[in-house]
């Protein structure tokens, strides 16, 4: 009975330190009722979306095409410029922030990678040479070893490479500017599997060590199992559903389960 209750007691304290531990995570991005209308054809691709996406949080957008995935994410760094009062870092509107300081703390990957002209280093030195700082060997070394490639690609041009190894050079080069936030629109839809993996095992790791957060749009819903906290439905340029990557089969609007069935 001693026994019984007093693992019952460590339940409760487990609860209270979840709950603390949930409580901590704050807010990192905040949107408010954020909506795009198109004109002149009035046609709505986002329709008063609010959402909070913790700090440290791995956040995947799904939903069919055209639904206003990529719209949402750009909003986000200002590559789409959202109205005022409707999206804020860290509680800051972001139209209160100089766009290229945004854009470094919130980083952006696109599907098909696209390199500057000029060697893998130089790519990855970039943003730091914007605000006067250069990497040292050392730290391009280590900036590629975060995206799984070895040191020997700093000197490669960015032609020689794969479509893959330039995905993760523009990870790399993304990494260099420290962002808070990364942003990921289908960053592995053109990969193969090797690169996939060595781009979600990044996101995973700088999950732990820097609480990055990331929001990532995939048409892959087994990606989006595999890495992320928590997933927002977009239909139509509404958030029908909020759910949890175990929990999908539980998604109750109807173009919802469509989507996953044929997904
Ligand atoms: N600048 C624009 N001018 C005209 N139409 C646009 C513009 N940007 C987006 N749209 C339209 O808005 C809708 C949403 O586009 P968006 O790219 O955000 O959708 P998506 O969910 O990311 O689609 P996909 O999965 O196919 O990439 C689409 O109908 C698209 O054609």
Do not use: C
């Not at 408010?32 to 198109?38: I, Y």
């Not at 962002?179 to 053109?190: H, I, K, N």
Request: hydrophobic residues 40%.
């Amino acid at each position: 009975m001693d026994n019984h209750n007093s693992t019952s007691d460590g339940d409760d304290e487990l609860q209270h330190l979840v709950v603390k531990i949930v409580d901590e995570q704050r807010p990192k991005l905040r949107v408010s009722e954020l909506s795009r209308v198109l004109e002149p054809s009035g046609l709505s691709i986002l329709s008063e979306v609010s959402v909070e996406i913790l700090e440290g949080s791995v956040v995947g957008i799904i939903g069919p095409s055209g639904s206003g995935k990529s719209t949402f994410l750009r909003a986000l760094n200002r590559m789409w410029d959202p109205p005022k009062h409707t999206v804020f870092l860290d509680n800051q509107d972001i139209h209160d922030l100089d766009v290229l300081s945004l854009r470094r703390k919130i980083g952006m990957l696109f599907q098909v990678p696209a390199l500057f002209p000029g060697t893998v280093a130089d790519n990855i030195r970039y943003g730091p040479k914007l605000t006067g700082k250069k990497l040292s060997d050392d730290e391009v070394t280590k900036l590629l070893a975060l995206a799984d490639l070895d040191s020997s690609f700093a000197s490669k041009n960015g032609n020689e490479l794969s479509v893959g190894q330039a995905q993760r050079v523009a990870l790399a080069r993304t990494l260099a500017n420290d962002p808070e936030v990364l942003l990921l629109d289908e960053p592995t839809s053109a990969l193969d599997p090797i690169s996939t993996q060595a781009i979600e095992d990044t996101i995973l790791k700088l999950k732990k060590t820097h609480k990055l957060t990331t929001v990532i749009v995939s048409h892959s819903v087994r990606q989006i199992q595999r890495i992320v906290d928590i997933i927002y439905l977009l239909v139509e340029g509404k958030i029908v559903e909020v759910l949890r990557p175990d929990r999908l089969s539980e998604a109750s609007h109807p173009m919802a389960r469509k989507f996953l069935e044929l997904s």
